[in-house]
């Protein structure tokens, strides 16, 4: 796993650093590095990260 930094935060704690599976061993979990929540899909996060940046020049979201 590595860790990294996302414009993305935790529901559940608020933290912004997930770890993420660099192979296939490790599955395709995207979790939180604070309270090790599950996120979303390393698939999804494509998504997710990609509609953020739509939004985000016309209105941050409070909570992701
Ligand atoms: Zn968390």
């Not at 650093?17 to 599955?27: R, V």
Request: hydrophobic content about 35%; overall charge positive.
């Amino acid at each position: 796993m590595i860790r990294v930094t996302l414009d993305l935060s935790c529901s559940i704690c608020g933290h912004e650093q997930f770890y993420l599976p660099i192979n296939s061993q490790e599955g395709t979990n995207v979790r939180c590095a604070n309270c090790s929540a599950f996120k979303c899909k390393t698939l999804d996060l494509e998504k997710a990260l990609s509609a953020i940046q739509r939004t985000r020049s016309i209105d941050r979201p409070v909570a992701a």
